[in-house]
């Protein structure tokens, strides 16, 4: 099989507080999947706890050779690997299920990125009351890779030079009476 990468991540508005968890699966670079999911009230670590143990279970249905997982929860993938204690039950019970999922995974690696590295990030936030609304746009890897090299070369993240695309072309409508304001 091609090479699997499993993003996910967990978020909650205050802690504890409502949580939501996203994944990402990619399959040789393409999203394959895209999970968002309210989880209810729960604390940010079992948050990306239950966001590692539904990548699991995504990953699994694919029957992969290997797969990637990554996260920027220091505390799970330190606790996962075995490097960090786990001394809450209510994490400890979350641990076990997690590797008893990843048990099941021929070959398995889990790797701590930045949370703006983290590509679940913004799944896992969810459709919250926040004065924006989100939407997805599918692109080519042809154009994902002109828009990060234009963003690099103007000193900018990807996502900030979309966006200031998109201010761009709606300032230029409203100018010409197209667009009819916001």
Known sequence: MAQLEVYFDGSVEGNPGPGWIGVLVL??????????EPIGRTTSNAAEYRA???????????????VTFYS?????VNQVQGRFACRSPHLQRLLARAQELLDQ???????????E???????????RDRPWKRFYVTLTPE???RIKALARARGLKPDELVREWI?????????VGAGGGR
Not at 167 to 175: F, H, I, K, M, V
């Open 167 to 175: 201010r761009e072309a709606l300032d230029s409508a409203d100018s």
């Open 105 to 115: 995974l021929p070959s398995w690696e889990l790797v701590q990125v930045p949370r």
């Open 143 to 145: 154009e994902v890779a």
């Open 52 to 66: 590692l143990i539904r990548a699991v279970e995504a990953a699994l249905k694919l029957a992969p050779d290997a």
């Open 72 to 76: 920027d929860s220091q505390l799970v």
């Open 117 to 127: 590295r983290n590509l679940a990030h913004p799944l896992a936030q969810g459709p």
């Open 27 to 36: 399959l040789d670079g393409q999203a394959v999947e895209e999970i968002t």
